[in-house]
């Protein structure tokens, strides 16, 4: 059995409005970025199509997935509909494949549930997933349809018992822990940035039986991410003896992204991803947050290489294909206004960085292994 990375010609050419925050190009350019360094075979690329309407409404409303392809067809909606579906309005704009991009993505996450549960596909890679805040009728946070529920939702209907949803976008998850948080199969686990939009996944939530939120200080460093992962994250999911493994893989953490206060480098966030994804043999790996093009197309093309364990490549020199690619990708930020920073597009890892952990992590981890009785 191989791994296999889904993508589709949907994610070229396919954008957010101008100036929304994801004006720009994500998903397409990690798949390049992999082909480029000769990291994958042709084979065990996936070009998907969208997700059926009778697949999306496992989770979402019927009148809400009608009005966003009402959205796309007709680039506009009736001022009711807007307001009532919270598209077109605000953060969630209309654009030209509204419907199609979405549901590209969420039908990735679910066939992917269906391979590895059919034990056609060992790890799989969905970049384009990761919409965790979409919710049942109402697009938001960016998000119009909710592929890490629907994957769930698939795994649940596929007969696994166990499933570890892992999260390490800069933003709670909320639209996944409103849907499992009490569902015994489904374990929720959150590291996300405190005070945060949209503010929810509060420490309180710990109480919770199967959710583990990990609110952080915009401090929070890369020793700090490898305490919490050995500490929390891989003890609770050996305890919940998992049986499939999804990864939102968000890339907002990461020093140089404009929607977080957070300054990761890339090895904390690959460290995390190998480390967690290395406990089963069945994981999915989805993308999510991620608002700077340069550092989150190397993050993700590079947990291409992590589910294949071969983290080595990441210390590879990076083709001047690859340098020529990501200098070409055009992002209108102040970050960019005297030209991309040379670090950014030129190596694959950040420079390493050595930090204390705070107290407060200490204390956090803590409360958190008495709470969950784990030691
Ligand atoms: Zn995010």
Redesign the pocket.
Known sequence: MQNFLFTSDIFKGSRYEKGHPLDMDRVWPSVELIRLMGWINENQIIKNSPAEINELIKFHDLEYVKALKKAEEDLNLPYNLKKKFNIGIGNNPIFSEVFSRPATAAKASIKAVEMIADKKAKKILNISGGT??GRKAQAF?FCFLNDCVLAILKALEKGFKNIVYVDL???HCDGVQNVFSENENVSIISI?EKNRWPNTGKFEDNKLLNVINLPVNESFNDNEMDYIVCNVIIPFIKVKKADLLIIQA?A??LDGDP??RISLTNNAYWKAVRDVQSLNENVIILG????NPYLTAKAWAGNWVLINNKEEYLNQEMKSQCYDLLKSLSWRNRRVKNGIPHKWISTWRDEYKNYTIGYEILSLVDEILKIKNIC
């Open positions: 965790h805040h946070g976008d800069a933003h996300h968000g907002d953490m929607q977080s999510g947050g991620g608002y």
